[in-house]
């Protein structure tokens, strides 16, 4: 009796095995239990990005004006762009006016950044102070700045009179036009570029500093060659935020200007809202749109591989 149990113990242990494996493979699939809140952000995602992008993509292979049935046309609106001066030139605007208001705030946010990372009384509150320009809104800052370059009642004439240079015509003039929104765009957002280099500056260590002391070093060669090279990862991030936002700039240029005088100040954005929203031209609004969306990203992508080339030790090893 004990032996006939010993070996039927291995017989109904295989027997078992094989009924849950059978039973295993014939179970009925089921979705995963995260389904629920997986399929509404993909919903969302699909509605809201995926498909605005999609129709704008068929959009601009159409000939489509508002009121009018859409033909299909289409490379004929990129084509098109090739040929349209007034698309050049907003294109030529756009990249002046991102050079200036990427170059002007960085170079302003190093020297605020390291004038309010040195100790003194009542940094923080001055600190405060600095960082306001950035909390107001673009269309008030418009305004505001709209008054103040009036030729003949505007403060800035006012101040340069004090100093003997002649009134300007400031952004009523077309070779004025775009230095001047440059001057607004760096007085709002080179706080942003103080408080990005600022935590740079408090994330360098010490002892460079100390061991440039003991060799004698200035206060311009740390400068240049422990601080400038150690903030540099840190500027970069700073230029990659500033060139996305000032490439595509609309609000204080619109309310400022228009793209005036004439079409002087008209950037790539003004041009794809007039020809989309004035002249309710869409399929060719599309195409610029879309041009401009690989502007942005192909802008995005240079900096953020000079981003990734740009590492602490390679920094540090060049200096």
Do not use: C
């Not at 179970?27 to 919903?43: E, I």
């Not at 790539?268 to 031209?281: E, G, P, Q, T």
């Amino acid at each position: 009796m004990v032996d006939a149990n010993v070996k039927s113990t291995p017989l109904m242990t295989v027997g078992s095995a094989a009924e849950r494996g059978a039973v295993a493979t014939a179970a009925p699939w089921r979705p995963p239990s995260y389904w629920p809140f997986v399929v509404p952000a993909v919903l969302v995602v699909g509605g809201v990005i995926i498909f605005p992008w999609v129709f704008t993509v068929w959009m601009s292979l159409q000939g489509w004006k508002v009121g009018e049935a859409p033909r299909f046309v289409g490379l004929a609106n990129y084509v098109r762009l090739l040929t349209d001066a007034r698309f050049i030139d907003a294109t030529i605007h756009t990249l002046v006016y991102t050079v200036l208001a990427v170059v002007l705030p960085l170079v302003l946010g190093v020297v605020a950044a390291l004038i309010f990372h040195a100790k003194f009384p009542a940094r923080g509150l001055l600190r405060g102070l600095f960082v306001m320009p950035m909390m107001a809104t673009p269309v008030a800052i418009a305004l505001v700045w709209t008054m103040m370059f009036h030729p003949q009642l505007g403060v800035m004439n006012y101040l340069l009179s004090l100093v003997g240079i002649p009134a300007q015509l400031w952004i009523f003039h077309p070779a004025t036009v775009i230095p001047s929104l440059v001057l607004v765009e760096t007085w709002q957002w080179t706080p942003l570029v103080m408080l990005i280099l600022l935590g740079g500056l408090a994330a360098i260590p010490t002892e460079p500093y100390e061991s440039a002391l003991m060799d004698g070093a200035s206060q311009w060669q740390m400068f240049r060659y422990i601080t400038l090279p150690l903030l540099a990862p840190f500027m970069l991030v700073a230029a990659i935020i500033r060139t996305i936002d000032a490439v595509k700039s609309f609000d204080i240029i619109f309310a400022m200007t228009q793209g005036g005088p004439g079409t002087a100040s008209e950037t790539i954005n003004l041009y794809l809202y007039s020809v989309a929203f004035v002249y309710y031209d869409v399929g060719y609004g599309s195409a610029i749109a879309l041009v401009f969306f690989l502007l942005v990203v192909a802008l995005s992508v240079l900096l953020l591989y000079l981003r990734r080339r740009t590492q602490w030790m390679d920094v540090g090893t060049s200096a």
